[in-house]
């Protein structure tokens, strides 16, 4: 059973940056491709990148290219999303996620192990 639990939310103005953190447990984190989803109040849960399990391969949603980049240490353990030129429309709760089919994979129901999310709200 793999542990999931992200950090590094909070607020920040727009036009700003944080760096989301993801660190796993309870299992071998290379044999999991890596995503991370937000997901607003009253809304679905949405894509937002993913990384394959060696970290080669990267896929991102349309509203975050070129200002969000995933990223992963495998020695860590640990999966990031640093998130640059953030606006309102990106206050969300953000959830890492990790899938066993190891590689790029955008659907939450591919999903297999789910962190608690971590909260990032941006100021306008």
């Known amino acids: 059973q793999v542990q999931l639990a992200e950090s590094g939310g909070g607020l920040v103005q727009a036009g700003g940056s944080l760096r989301l953190s993801c660190a796993a447990s309870g299992g071998t984190f290379t044999s999991y491709a890596m995503d991370w989803f937000r997901q607003a109040p009253g809304k679905e849960r949405e894509f937002v990148a993913a990384?394959?399990?060696?970290?080669?391969?990267?896929y991102y949603a349309d509203s975050v290219k070129g200002r969000f980049t995933i990223s992963r240490d495998n020695a860590k353990n640990t999966v990031y999303l640093q998130m640059n030129s953030l606006n309102p429309e990106d206050t969300d709760v953000y959830y890492c996620?990790?899938?066993?089919?190891?590689?790029?994979?955008?659907?939450?129901?591919?999903?297999?192990?789910w962190g608690k999310g971590t909260l990032v709200t941006v100021s306008s």
């Open positions: 996620a990790a899938t066993i089919r190891r590689t790029i994979i955008t659907t939450t129901t591919a999903m297999n192990y």
């Open positions: 990384i394959s399990w060696g970290g080669g391969s990267t």
